[in-house]
């Protein structure tokens, strides 16, 4: 169900301090994750689940880089090594916790949940976070219920722009034109998308005059497990139909968007969405990251309702078309990577 | 579980066009089913999932006669039919939805959850609606978490009334006593029943004085699923004490029932009582109204009570006396339903 | 799962008095069960399901000391006999609801699940009851949402006091340093505790000195299924840093605990808290009240936790420690207890 030897999002870095004494649960991957950080600010990542009794550690209290378990008072080190047992002289060797190797990047905190050998931080996805200086950004979390599989699908192919965000991004039943330069990553795809002569997205129309027509770009990397990473490009329109507008560039945003699959029904979705710092019509970051909001609430719409008809008839047969080359290729990378795990472990 | 070959109620007519877009979702017998109007006003039953990606038909759009999916604007014809997918020039033959007959009768929207060459109209339930003339009536809808075949218990042993319903439709415990003459129909039961000289049931008491006493007439039509057709008349005590009254008429009612099982465990309860304009009491047709909401409810309050000690030990063995004559008789015709199809299917 | 001959509490008897009919239900070591009383005060208890169509009797009426199910009337007598079937004349043999012994001891209700030729009253816990003269009691109920063992591993090692407990009950961490004297009863365990040399509970340090000491005594019977029968007392510290201490009783306190299982995820937890009349500090037992309903609460925000990660992992293996002699004790006996029964059964 889900590949561990991956970095997972745990959410913004900023989450970590406005926590309840400073310790963070999180479902990941279908295990219970407790995050916290060093006094060095290191980010600490343990099962969240005390050796004895099996109580959350997320119950328990910082003492200095440690956690105890405030259950039975059992003290465990960041490695999850137990280096106090009140009411017990000898510490064996089998009293410790899982430990999961922990960085933030970009101010997203990650997990890596397989084998800690493996984890290279080079393999974590690059992204733009809220502190970053040239782009205005607001981070934001969402749950969904779905299988993250269907959130893989539903950020590999854009043209359901045109239906399920008509309101908000949308505006144009063009999207399906799309036309992309899709390419295969290690651990993902990438896709440069053009759409040419189309009117403004629907939450900025009123800006521009109603014959006004804009060539869209879609720079777009997605990785496993589902991180959407998006460069989106707005210019007047050119005369070019195809591949790069020659037209003013009149909008520059990125996009970050980490989904997490927390178990095998439930996935939590850190996205942000940001202008240029200066480039940017006055009001419209803000215009924007309502849109984005209004947007979310689209596709969770959506992907819920979907996958309450995916659980109830879990051997219908979909019908394919020419637009989920995107998801099929994701589906074909996670499952070998599914594959070569399961055999690795057998 | 649930006979294929049956017309389901899925509501009353009127829940059509008051719905958000005109598009209702129902869950019957276990499918999820997309109900709406064309523009002649013929009602289309669709499954309500999209073949692509199984996404809600329910969340899509009304394009004249057709529906589309606004996940990524496959449009169906009322046929499900896929007639165009945005980005692909081809629509394959398999691009299609299961479709359903449909059809408003007395003001009820019928569904054939079957084989649509078995769909004959003449099947369906007689019974009065909103729309009829001659009565004053209320549609109304009630959902109760049990399985449908305690509904057909409940409906087809009266006796209950005196008890669950002392307090609105009761008020005798002469109840028991009631004499029925119970035939066999292709698809159900008839049920004529008398019980002679009981005081007015407890909703009407006030009215009369505190020695009245009524005999009680019930004509009943219980058929598959779970349609409960009644004509429930009341006339001032004659010296008959048995068979039909010789008294006078002073009320004389109509009660259109159909129950339909959504899954397993839970059912949508479309119902109405009704007058005869003209013959009631003033201000009758509202008590009467109130009594029955109030009777519904104590109805859910027993079928749910007792489903989740039915639940809880699926092979208890219940002990069965000589009012379960009417539910065994059902229970014997939709077992052979059932038994039937699972034949015919294999 | 659960030991059939054994007393289980189905709450204070003051329960039976406040409800709505005088008629109980409860859920107990899985099976749903209806208390009353009859008219000379004595308590009845039946399967709280009508042997007809499974109707809850707990929705029924008292009539006298009999039952009636109020779906069909049927009257059952307090020994679960059906003596009355509204329109049959015969009663047949079969027409019966189990019963089971019931008792009142101490102001709980005692049920007897098993054998009833077994239920012998010398069986049910000591206890001391709100009605008791010499005590000033409070009688409170929650609810758990854990499986009962982990209440009986909860009771059965009390250095959790320490953390779990630190606000209300707890104050020193020398909770692991308890000295006990454990004995093995025929159906449960005794524990004679002394912690020398603390300061005073967190919720009444404030009523003494800074540097004030007591010694605390714990005398603790733990019978099945999970009874917690405390005297609690509290002596300034003494010279004796074992055993019995030779300081002043200044605090003696009392509290009946019953822990019933409902199902195998959650339990009912009927407990109370007392001072002896007379002996304590003005206004302490309105303090002891209100750390106790707090201290509670802690319990089921640990215990429910804990349950959660069990259920994630039902093979997990856990790591034990030198307090765990108490919980393993009590496991023994309970795994022993539920092995003689099935080969009693098989």
Known sequence: MFVKNAWYCAGWQSDLSSAKDALVSRRIAGESVLIYRKLNGDVVALDDRCCHRQAPLSLGRKEGDDIRCMYHGWKFNPEGKCIEIPGQAEVRQNACVPSYPAVVKNDWIWIWMGDPEKAEESLICESIGPSHPDWDMNPRHIRVNTNYRQEIANLTDLTHVAWVHMDTFGGTTKYPEIKGKLSMLDRGIHNDMWVHSVPAPSFAKHLFPDDALFDLHFDVTVTIPCNFILHFRVFTAGTNTAGPSNGELILDTFSSQAVTPRDADSVDYYYSWSTRKGTAHPGLIQLLIEANEDA???????????????????????????????????????????????????
């Open 296 to 346: 979310f609430l689209e596709d969770k719409m959506f992907l819920e309702g979907q996958y309450q008809r995916m659980k109830d008839k879990p051997d219908y047969k979909m019908v394919d078309y020419a637009h989920d080359a995107g998801p099929g290729r994701m589906f074909w990378l996670l499952d070998k990577l599914l594959k070569d795990e399961a055999e690795a472990a057998a």
